[in-house]
């Protein structure tokens, strides 16, 4: 079973500042990676998907990167919306598939 | 546009039997572009893959729940179902049934429910 780790946990940034989150497999999952956001009361919906590319509808603020074992979700300019939970998944190698524990991004 | 819509008991005692559905519309279950698929979340944790099934026959369940899982279909309602037997408290959870994608690299959750909680408790 690939495990994926994310990290920080919790990020504190204020609006309009950047913020970049950590997702780590434990073997090589090349580009085949997807983030969800999920906010309070609500399912996850899909942000991106190989590595780095956008969800119908995502805006441009946020950008993905990295491919194997170590990826990134950069939000350049957070907006209120954006405040919730993200999680990264791959789709590589499965059964089963695979989702990191998250990052909850809070307002500073 | 496609909509998936989970349905079922919010209730059930430890050692039974967890029943769920999932409508879809503005799709079919025999489009053999997608899996099925149901996905939980405990509490405060991360969403944890359940299993996926096509209308070809395949059928893929997480190793840690493969004893205790089946999944169906009615063509006729554009449903699917989840059954997890011997349940504890530890299978409470928000339940979401999701679509995913059959193409090798389109494997991720295009679109999903909006869940149901189902809480284990005598």
């Known amino acids: 079973e690939i495990v994926m780790t994310q990290s920080p946990a919790t990020l504190s940034v204020s609006p309009g500042e950047r913020a970049t989150l950590s997702c780590r497999a434990s073997?090589?999952?090349?580009?085949?990676l997807a983030w969800y956001q999920q906010k309070p009361g609500q399912a996850p919906s899909l942000l991106m998907y190989?590595?780095?590319t956008r969800a119908t509808g995502v805006p441009a603020r946020f950008s993905g990167s990295g491919s194997g074992t170590e990826f990134t979700l950069t939000i350049s300019s957070l907006q209120s919306e954006d405040f919730a939970i993200y999680y990264c998944?791959?789709?590589?190698?499965?059964?089963?598939?695979?989702f990191g524990g998250g990052t909850k991004v809070e307002i500073k | 546009q496609l909509q998936l819509q989970e349905s079922g008991p919010g209730l059930v005692k430890p050692s039974q039997t967890l029943s769920l559905t999932c409508t879809v519309s503005?799709?079919?279950?025999?489009?053999?572009?997608?899996?099925w698929v149901w996905i939980r979340q405990p509490p405060g944790k991360g969403p944890e893959w359940i299993g996926s099934?096509?209308?070809?026959?395949?059928?893929y369940y997480n190793p840690s729940l493969k004893s205790r899982v089946t999944t169906s279909d009615d063509t006729s309602k554009n449903q699917f179902s989840l059954r997890l037997r011997s349940v504890t408290a530890a299978d409470t959870a928000v339940y979401y049934c999701?679509?995913?994608?059959?193409?090798?690299?389109?494997?991720?959750?295009?679109?999903w429910g909006q869940g149901t909680l189902v809480t284990v408790s005598s």
């Open positions: 999701a679509r995913q994608g059959v193409t090798l690299g389109t494997e991720f959750f295009h679109r």
């Open positions: 503005g799709d079919s279950i025999t489009n053999i572009n997608y899996y």
């Open positions: 099934m096509s209308y070809t026959g395949n059928t």
């Open positions: 073997q090589s999952v090349s580009i085949n």
């Open positions: 190989d590595a780095s």
């Open positions: 998944q791959q789709y590589n190698d499965w059964p089963p598939l695979t």
